[in-house]
Structure formats: C-alpha cells, structure tokens
C-alpha cells in the first residue's frame, strides 16, 4: 500500500513537538543541526544514546551545537547498553567533532550539570510535553523500549517515532564475527528494544537501508560548503561531513546520510514516498538485527523511494542557503 503524496505535503508543514533520540556520530549531529533550523519543530528535548559514540564527546558536541544555534534545550546522557557494541574505531567520531573550532569558539557560553539518565529524562519530557510528541530516533530505540514498558500510558503521548533502521530488501551493514550481514546496525545494537517497540501500538515511520544509503555524502556536495565558508551553520555542517571521509576505505562501505535524510522528513515528507510493510526483527541467531517482512508481522509506515536531488537541495537550502 503506498501513502499518498498529498498526506506528506499537508503533515510537513504543522508544528511537531519533537524528542531526539542520536547516538552522536557525525551524521546525528548533522540532524540535530538541522533541527534547529526547521520552524515547524519545537524541539523539546535531545538525549544521546552511547551506542555510535563515545558518550560524554558526543554529549558534549550536542550541547555545544544548540549553544551555537542559541537554544536553551535540555539534554540527557544515556546510560542503557546494548547487546552489540558499535566498532570503536567508528565510535571515536565523536572526540573529532566535539573538537571542531566552530563548536569552540570564545563567548559561547555551553551548558552543563547533571541529569537523570537518557531513558528516566525522555520519560519525564514526553509526560510533560504540552501535546503529542513525535521522537525522532537516529540510533538504537533502547530508551524508548524502556519508557514504554516501565511507564506503558506514555505510549499515548506518543505521535509518531520516526526510526532510522533496518534493512528491507537490501543487504544489511553488520558485518561482525557470527553475523549473516542481514542486520542493520541501530537495530543489531539491541534488537530487543525494537521488539518492544513494534509491539506497541505507536505509529512508526521507519527509514530503512534501501532508501538512506541512495543519498551517499559525496566530494561534491562537501565542496559545495566552501562557497560560504565563514558563516558558522555551513561550516559547521561542511566539517562534520568531511568527518566521514575515508570511511569507504576503511570499512569497505560507503558514508550516506541516513540520519539526515530521516530527519528531513520532519520538513518534507515529499523527499521520499512510503508504503506500509508488515515486519518483524529478528532478535537473535546469525540473523539478530534483521527486520523482515512477515504477513502477521508489525505494519509500519516504510519509506520505499527517495528523491536524491530533492534531499540535496532541501539539506543546502537548510544550511548552507548562499551556496546552492
């Protein structure tokens, strides 16, 4: 079944309460840029998963990227651990940025102090949120599986989560000693916690391998930055693009915008068209982490075809307008 695309046009454009759930890597902190950018979105809170990242730098990236912006936004540490550690030499990504001289510059003054942890705080946002709540979750869905079973009537605060995972009907991205290659990695992080959430009764909108690896980061569009290099919004984005470079060739698999173009649809949901899939995860065996279409399975609203040069536009305009 294929959604129209008239539904996507009239949703872009309302107000959304917004949770963030990233796990810090360079492409997270892009979405959480972009974020701050979209006037359709009251951003409510940003909790950092430790799953892609080393989890105080990727904390900190965070809260330096909304001092910038100029947002007074709280944020939450995760401390949940999945089953299936991310590489660390992936994880690292997050020192990089955090040391990025846009991100450190004198007079931006960086929020700090304690917190309840990531899945007790995104609890208490989503039962103080003023109405409906749309989380957008660009890494493992481990603090959401939580609220929803430690404190079941939040599932009713919940909107839409918006999930960047999976792999329907192309090859995964886990390639680990005793793994098939099925999985996707923010599903194979902790499957459990996606199990959970499909049996809930919360609409999902899930971005899948086959749609975010059709908008891979390339020289181009990086070089592109550097026509208005000096405004901080576009380098800021510039440099956290040039951090993946080498990524190719060092793991043998492209870097692509997976988590910006899900973030994007909080703007425009025209960039992709979507289908409803019935699915299930698989939680464990050489398969853990595969999401798989099953007739009796889970209905979730799947992004199924993208629009390369509407995303590439739609992320220039957004943050780097004078260079387009």
Not at 120 to 126: P, T
Not at 130 to 137: F, K, Q, S, Y
């Amino acid at each position: 079944m294929t959604d129209s695309p008239a539904t996507g046009a009239l949703n872009s454009a309302r107000r959304r309460h917004v949770l963030f759930d990233h796990d810090g890597a360079p492409d997270d902190l892009l979405s959480l840029l972009l974020l701050t950018r979209y006037e359709n979105v009251d951003l409510r809170g940003v909790a950092v998963t430790p799953a892609d990242c080393l989890p105080e730098p990727g904390l900190s990236a965070t809260r330096k990227i909304l001092a910038l912006m100029g947002l007074d936004v709280p944020t939450a540490l995760g401390v949940l651990p999945g089953r299936n550690p991310f590489p660390l030499a992936w994880r690292i990504d997050a020192l990089r940025a955090d040391a990025l001289p846009v991100l450190n510059q004198p007079g931006h003054a960086v929020p700090s102090g304690d917190a309840p942890p990531a899945h007790e705080q995104l609890a208490a946002w989503l039962a103080r949120a003023p109405g409906p709540v749309t989380v957008l979750a660009t890494g493992p869905l481990t603090n959401i599986a939580w609220c929803l079973e430690h404190h079941p009537g939040l599932a009713a605060r919940i909107e839409e989560i918006v999930f960047m995972g999976g792999a329907l009907d192309v090859a995964g991205n886990v390639h680990q000693p005793g793994h098939d290659g099925t999985g996707e990695w923010n599903v194979y992080w902790d499957p459990d916690a996606v199990r959970r959430v499909f049996d809930s009764d919360v609409p999902i909108t899930m971005f899948p391998l086959d749609v975010t690896n059709r908008v891979p980061v390339t020289a181009d569009f990086v070089e592109t930055f550097g026509r208005t290099y000096g405004e901080h919004v576009s380098d800021l984005a510039g440099s956290l693009l040039a951090l993946t470079f080498g990524t190719l060739e060092t793991t043998g698999l492209p870097y692509c915008c997976w988590d910006s173009l899900t973030t994007s649809y909080l703007a425009d949901q025209d960039i992709c068209t979507f289908e409803t899939v019935r699915c299930d995860v698989v939680t464990r065996s050489e398969s853990q982490g595969r999401i798989v279409r099953s007739a009796g399975g889970r209905a979730v609203r799947c992004a199924r075809s993208v629009d390369p040069d509407r995303f590439y536009r739609h992320f220039l305009t957004t943050l780097a307008p004078r260079g387009r």
